[in-house]
């Protein structure tokens, strides 16, 4: 399809649903081989094996609420947004949630609550999380903003509900930019796809919040800018293995070592690669490279899947992995309508 067009709309949310769902057998796996990623994916092609449904995990149950949110009230409501993340954790605590964080929804849940960034701002004795929390439900925003001002402002703001340190929301900025580029075509050049993130995240970077947070974390002066370097680094070398990308980029559970490992994960994979089935198409290759690095695999799936999905469009996604995935469906109706949301909003109306 052509830009932001409604196939680019569905594999972002499709995809990321299914990253989530099929990268939760690995998460936290120290080392995963391939052989084992390409046994579980083709086990959901076989229907004889009675696998039955893979659930999603928190980085879907928040997805959906942002999206919920998003279409219900139309745009960006901080407080309907905070109570739908404490109504879902109460709905279904056992989603697998960071331990962190079930602090803050357990408080977003009090009817008394005048401030809903308060309790993000109490983490970790005021520091705030800069887990990958926020990042993981970002790819919404691209789908409901056109204005990549917007995309980046709300992108920030539904972070800062659970997440306020710099190095959790900004990669949450970052997830969001990436699917919005995505959208519109920009992995046809990924040279300047990368070089693109590079010069909007020098901008929201430039603060003094982030060079805080940097300086006390002993990160670099601007963390994600630095480390999409790596990753355009890592993009010249003819061969890199999968140790390289993990030592370079991480494939943890911070936002830091994860946002711009998955978005590596979608530029390596844009190609064919000898370590993957030739039978596979880029979504496919996306999914399983994600879930070979180990760590945090759902979370890396899901977010690589949002940006590749915007990039192949619904029509790479196999069937049957649709089908084995609790919520895949629903988002694919869910995107249907954040695409005449965002239609809407493009044409003023
Ligand atoms: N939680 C998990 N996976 C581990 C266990 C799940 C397992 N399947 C099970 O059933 O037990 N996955 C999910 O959590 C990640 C997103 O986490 P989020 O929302 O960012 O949570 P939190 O608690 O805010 O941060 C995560 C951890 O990071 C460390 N941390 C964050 N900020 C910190 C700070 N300022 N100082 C020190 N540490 C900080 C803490 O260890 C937090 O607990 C996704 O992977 C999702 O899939
Ligand atoms: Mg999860
Ligand atoms: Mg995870």
């Known amino acids: 399809g052509g830009p932001a ?50 659930e999603y995990s928190d980085d879907t149950a928040m997805a959906r609420c942002v999206v919920q949110s998003l279409l219900t009230r139309a745009g960006f409501d901080e407080r309907d947004m905070a109570r739908r993340f404490a109504k879902e954790y109460s709905a279904s605590p056992g989603r697998g949630y960071g331990s962190g964080v079930i602090q803050v929804l357990k408080k977003l849940s009090s ?15 005021g520091r705030g999380s800069f887990g990958n929390g926020g990042a993981m439900r970002a790819a919404p925003f691209a789908l409901a903003f056109p204005d990549p001002a917007d995309v980046k402002k709300f992108a920030h703001r539904g972070a800062m509900l659970t997440h306020s340190c ?65 990753v355009s680094d890592l993009m010249h070398r003819s061969k890199v293995s999968i140790e390289e990308v993990i030592s370079e980029l991480g494939n943890g559970i911070a936002a830091l070592h994860s946002v711009p490992t998955a978005i590596f994960c979608v530029l390596h994979c844009l190609q064919p690669r000898e370590c993957l089935p030739e039978n596979y198409g880029g979504l496919e290759r996306t999914i399983a490279y994600s879930l070979a690095l180990g760590g945090d695999t759902d979370t890396i799936a899901c977010m690589a899947g949002a940006i590749a999905g915007a990039h192949y469009g619904i029509e790479a996604i196999p069937q049957s ?24 909003t493009s044409q003023g109306g």
């Open 5 to 54: 067009s409604l196939s680019r709309f569905r594999g972002a949310l499709v995809a990321a649903v299914l990253g989530d769902c099929v990268g939760g057998e690995f998460e936290g796996a120290e080392e995963v081989p391939m052989e084992s990623v390409l046994q579980h994916l083709s086990s959901l092609d076989d229907d004889t094996k009675g696998n039955g449904i893979l």
């Open 166 to 230: 710099s190095l959790g929301y900004n990669g949450a900025v970052l997830q969001a930019l990436a699917v919005h580029l995505s959208l519109q075509g920009a992995l046809d050049l990924p040279l300047k796809f990368i070089s693109t993130l590079i010069i909007e995240m020098e901008d929201v970077e430039s603060n003094e919040a982030t060079l805080n947070d940097a300086r006390i974390l002993k990160e670099a002066e601007k963390p994600f800018c630095e480390r999409l370097h790596r």
């Open 321 to 344: 992995w649709i089908k084995c995935c609790e919520g895949a469906e629903d988002a694919d109706m869910n995107a249907e309508r954040l695409h005449m949301l965002y239609q809407q």
């Open 111 to 125: 009817p008394q609550l005048s401030d809903v960034y308060r309790p993000a701002r109490d983490q970790f004795n």
